[in-house]
């Protein structure tokens, strides 16, 4: 079992529409969740932290953190077609992991 | 500097062959980050770095992979006898504080390395 998992997509919504990003873990030490956003030929960029259960939001993103279900999902809120791009999750504790990325595609 | 750089930004090589990257963090940030990423995949951890000292070096693939931080500011990831299968994209990570957890890692341009 990997570390991190999320769905690899591609995850296809039209513009406007909300998308919902899913990662779940497998170390229940984990402490930290990172959404990172990859465009194509780039590093990752960081969208969004989050620390405690419940829901943080920043814009139009919005983290959601279940520790005792152990996973953590990214909504996107009104899509736009620059946020196509490869979301990924990263869990930290002790050890560092990153999902595979999920691939999102918001059609114009 | 205003983010995290590498150098070179491509890196061609032949099988067998010596490699250095350089990665040079952000200002004041204490930890520093090696992953690989190969196409399709997320990040892979090979090292993390608190100050001058190797905290946690458990991602590094065999011993042909190194990496130093002499002055806890740049560092440098050494490969040695490169293989077909160390092409990836080197990523470089630096975080203010120490620690992965609560620390935020911004990353730099990678390192696309191709072994030959």
């Given at each position: 079992q990997k570390e991190v998992e999320q769905n690899s997509g591609p995850l296809s919504v039209p513009e406007g529409a909300i998308a919902s990003l899913n990662c779940t873990y497998s170390?229940?030490?984990?402490?930290s969740f990172f959404w990172y956003r990859q465009y194509s030929g780039k590093s990752p960029e960081l969208i969004m932290f989050i620390y405690s259960n419940g829901d943080k939001e920043d814009g139009r993103f919005t983290a959601q953190l279940n520790k005792a279900s152990q996973y953590v999902s990214l909504l996107i809120r009104d899509s736009q077609p620059s946020d196509s791009a490869t979301y990924l999750c990263a869990v930290t504790g002790n050890q560092f992991y990153f999902g595979t990325g999920t691939s999102l595609t918001v059609i114009p | 500097g205003a983010g995290v750089s590498q150098t070179p930004s491509n890196k061609v090589t032949e099988k067998g062959k010596y490699v250095e990257l350089r990665c040079d963090p952000i200002s004041g940030h204490t930890a520093l980050y090696w992953y690989r990423q190969s196409l399709g995949q997320g990040p892979e951890f090979l090292i993390y770095f608190q100050g001058t000292g190797a905290?946690?070096?458990?991602?590094?693939?065999?011993?042909r992979f190194f990496a130093v931080r002499p002055e806890g500011s740049v560092s440098t990831l050494k490969i040695q006898r490169t293989e077909r299968g160390d092409s990836a994209v080197y990523l470089c990570a630096s975080s203010l504080?120490?620690?992965?957890?609560?620390n935020e890692q911004f990353f730099g341009p990678g390192t696309r390395l191709t072994v030959l």
């Open positions: 170390d229940r030490g984990s402490q | 905290a946690d070096d458990s991602g590094l693939p065999n011993d504080g120490g620690g992965g957890a609560y």
